[in-house]
């Protein structure tokens, strides 16, 4: 028997916790369901770190799996299997929450300074994955000039297909 859990809604701390609280270091297999716009970099990797402990999780994206739920899509180790044809997922290089002064230098707090740079570090190996994904000329196109892109099921088939 296996037990489900419906990830619905932004990748965050708090549901992140949710879902922490959920595994409680249990091992019994699990369905993840995931539907996501995407969401914090720092709580994706948290959440890819639990999928990844789980020893018998099938990941099942349904709908929208965007942003920071896609590369949970391409960084889990477990089996992926979709169960809609209508799923998109839109895809762009990690967007960085930062405040710049009027002479463009960067704002940060001392105490915040170190989690700043934390942060940056996972956001690039995020970014060198998209350069890494075989895409068409348009696409490649498109994420290079920063603009969002889509991809549909026979896309998300092709780019994970050694995990279905």
Avoid: W
Wanted: glycine residues 4%.
């Amino acid at each position: 028997m296996r037990d489900n859990y419906y990830f619905e809604g932004t990748i965050t701390p708090e549901t992140v916790r949710d879902f922490l609280y959920f595994c409680n270091g249990d091992t019994r297999p699990i369905n993840f369901y995931i539907d996501s716009p995407g969401g914090d970099v720092a709580a994706y990797k948290i959440l890819l770190d639990c999928l990844n402990d789980q020893e018998d999780v099938i990941v099942l994206p349904v709908s929208n799996a965007s942003s920071c739920a896609f590369y949970l899509l391409l960084n889990v180790k477990h089996k992926i299997k979709f169960i809609d044809d209508s799923i998109v997922s839109f895809i762009h290089f990690p967007r960085r929450k930062v405040q710049i002064d009027f002479n463009r230098q960067l704002v940060v707090e001392d105490d915040d300074e170190h989690e700043h740079f934390i942060n940056r570090s996972k956001e690039d190996e995020l970014s060198k994955q998209l350069y890494s994904l075989k895409l068409d000329k348009v696409k490649k196109k498109k994420l290079m000039t920063a603009k969002d892109i889509m991809f549909n099921i026979k896309d998300l088939k092709k780019i994970l297909h050694g995990k279905l």
